[in-house]
């Protein structure tokens, strides 16, 4: 399909830090690897630094610079708002574009509170209405391999769901003198590691097994009450000075669960296991097998099923490169691994596809609003001697 033929999609993207560097790749390579209905184009790139704004938009594709985001929300050349800044600044942006009349992308968690959320929601319906799209950026959802563990579950080749252990590892906070960053602020980034990472997996777990978390009982710790406050930063890291500030938010999370169905879950995410450096697994335990992934073998699924010859069997080791897994026949030849970019490049395929189509994609709003609130379930618990809530 011509570049001409079809028809423009002009693009703002909000904030250009490291999810912003992430979603301006895949806004440029998704239109040259996959044969898009719309023509995505890199209209303009928001930042608070006009100098900075400019030197970014230069170096990741961006045509023009707004220092203001409700003036990029304005535009005429611009259809779709990308939103890639902290987490307190989400609702009232997305808010604004959809009533714009803009579609919108944000980055996750959607929101900093389920109150945030629920107004998203709010808005993102009265939107829809006129034909306005929303999604949230749980780009693990577009792992190949993870794809194609939800299709295994929902054909029944594992059974029925009876277990699930889910995990996301870092290290990057491990040492006590890593320096602040918005990211340990809970004004703006709502929680620490829960949030942060351990949004993803409680995403995760309901995307592959079909279900909805019903109730929880969570833990929070925070190991490090204090770190010396950053004079720069770069992606996750950055150098610290001699001023000190406190940490607001959690350090590791862990909770337990049940699903809709009954199935018991457990969940861990935490930025303080030395040697992780980006570790998100989960296994599904069936009534027939199981199926195991680990997002620092993201190419690769395992799969095991108890029907087959007890001699013989054990877990298969499923290469997730071939032309028929889901994405994978607009890349590389077999064996030729995709990489952490290329969920944000799917994302972007799937929601040009669903804008050009007037469909809804998702993960929607409201699928973002049930995480938000799954959460606010484990922080209530947390501070009521890890109890039973229902989500």
Not at 92 to 115: D, F, Q, R, T, Y
Not at 211 to 230: C, D, I, N, S, Y
Not at 348 to 359: M, S
């Amino acid at each position: 399909m011509g570049e001409t033929s079809r028809p423009r999609l002009g693009v703002a993207m909000i904030g250009y830090a490291f999810m912003g560097r992430a979603h301006s790749q895949a806004w440029r390579v998704a239109p040259r690897f996959f044969d898009l209905p719309m023509a995505p184009d890199m209209a303009v790139l928001v930042g608070r630094s006009d100098a900075a704004a400019r030197s970014a938009a230069e170096q990741l594709g961006w045509r023009e610079v707004e220092t203001d985001w409700r003036r990029a929300v304005e535009r005429d050349d611009v259809d779709l708002v990308d939103i890639c800044t902290p987490g307190d600044t989400h609702a009232e942006i997305a808010e604004a574009a959809l009533a714009a009349g803009k579609h919108v992308l944000v980055e996750k968690p959607m929101a900093n509170s389920v109150a945030e959320a629920e107004a998203m929601v709010d808005a993102a319906r009265k939107a829809r209405a006129g034909g306005v799209r929303s999604m949230v950026g749980f780009t693990y959802r577009r792992v190949p391999a993870i794809q194609l563990a939800r299709q295994l579950v929902a054909e029944g080749r594992i059974g029925e769901v009876r277990q699930v252990r889910a995990q996301y590892l870092q290290d990057w906070l491990a040492d006590p003198e890593a320096p602040l960053s918005w990211r340990l602020d809970k004004e703006k980034a709502g929680s620490g590691a829960l949030g942060d990472i351990g949004a993803h997996i409680v995403d995760l777990t309901q995307f592959v097994t079909g279900q909805r978390f019903a109730g929880v009982a969570g833990m929070l710790e925070t190991f490090v009450k204090e770190r010396p406050v950053a004079e720069s930063f770069s992606g996750l890291h950055g150098k610290g000075g001699s001023e000190r500030g406190p940490v607001t938010v959690d350090d590791a999370a862990l909770f337990t669960a049940r699903l809709d169905s009954g199935a018991p879950a457990v969940l861990e995410a935490t930025r303080f296991a030395w040697g992780r450096k980006n570790a998100m697994r989960i296994e599904v335990s069936g009534t027939s097998g199981s199926l195991a992934f680990d997002f620092e073998e993201m190419n690769v699924l395992q799969l095991f099923d108890a029907t087959d010859d007890s001699r013989t069997s054990g877990f298969r080791r499923i290469i997730v490169t071939e032309p028929d897994h889901p994405y994978t026949g607009s890349w590389w030849p077999p064996g030729h691994g995709l990489g952490y970019e290329h969920g944000f490049t799917h994302q972007v395929v799937d929601l040009v596809g669903a804008v050009a189509a007037g469909e809804d994609p998702t993960p929607s709003f409201e699928d973002g609003l049930h995480v938000q609130r799954v959460l606010d379930a484990v922080e209530r618990s947390s501070a009521d001697g890890t109890r039973w809530t229902q989500v």
